[in-house]
């Protein structure tokens, strides 16, 4: 998870950050494995009020990276 999302909670606060600035935090396979491991380990934690998402580098999301999923298409993926 680390490698596309971090975590930091503060004062009942969870700072839920995508880590992938240099495709602009696109969302590919492990993006949303990723946002759903995160998403159950807060649903765990005790104290927290806020989830505030945000994303590294100059862009929150560009979306998809259309090309990830192709190249999972083109190698017999869904």
């Not at 995508?18 to 396979?29: F, I, S």
């Amino acid at each position: 998870m680390d490698d596309r999302v971090s975590i930091s909670i503060s004062h009942g606060v969870a700072d839920v950050r995508l880590v992938r600035a240099d495709k602009m935090n696109a969302l590919d396979a492990a993006m949303f494995d990723a946002l759903v491991a995160a998403s159950e380990r807060l649903g765990r934690e005790k104290g927290i009020r806020v989830v505030v998402l945000s994303g590294e580098g100059r862009a929150f999301c560009a979306g998809l990276d259309m090309g990830r999923f192709a190249a999972m298409k083109e190698n017999g993926g869904n």
